[in-house]
């Protein structure tokens, strides 16, 4: 069994394969060794809907109608278009039957955990056992003592509440 560690962006997975001293062999959109598996986001992957989503009447700009509010307060989100390839990868990933935890590397605080649960939700993943590693710097002793001491994805629920409720302020309020 392998572990995936997602981290924001290439670069900073780089940093972590590097600091795990892994042989990993670089793929399309991810790093793989005998033990681990290491991918990244590229930033945003998932996105709220724009109003057209909802509703067809909402695709031209018109001042009169607005505000506007999901019907329900249910927020639709999609795939950002450019990003897509990478979104497979990662979720091909998180899904992958190999692999029995996942480390969230995504920067540490609120929209690196946003990025994080965007993906995770339209993913639908399966794998029950999420560590979130927080860390202060790049560094492969702060890497190595963020992995150690990597606490379970839960213990960030309020602050991926904060993130989600902060996205639909701005998608309500502009």
Not at 137 to 146: A, F, K, L, V
Request: charged share 35%; hydrophobic share 35%.
């Amino acid at each position: 069994m392998k572990y995936l560690m997602i981290a924001e962006k290439p670069s900073v997975a780089k940093e972590f394969a590097k600091a795990l001293h892994e042989d990993a062999k670089n793929k399309d959109g991810f790093m793989e060794s005998e033990h681990c598996v290491i991918t990244w986001c590229v930033g945003h992957l998932v996105t709220m809907s724009y109003p057209d989503a909802y509703d067809a009447k909402w695709k031209k700009w018109l001042l009169e109608p607005l505000p506007f509010f999901p019907p329900n307060d249910e927020f639709k989100y999609e795939i950002i278009k450019n990003a897509k390839k990478q979104y497979e990868v990662v979720k091909t990933l998180l899904n992958r039957e190999d692999i029995e935890r996942i480390y969230v590397c995504t920067d540490s605080g609120r929209e690196g955990e946003y990025i994080y649960r965007l993906v995770d939700q339209e993913a639908k993943v399966k794998i029950k056992d999420k560590r979130r590693v927080w860390i202060d710097s790049q560094t492969e002793e702060e890497i190595r003592r963020g992995l150690k001491e990597a606490k379970d994805l839960s213990a960030y629920d309020n602050l991926a509440e904060s993130a989600y409720l902060r996205a639909k302020e701005d998608y309500l309020m502009g």
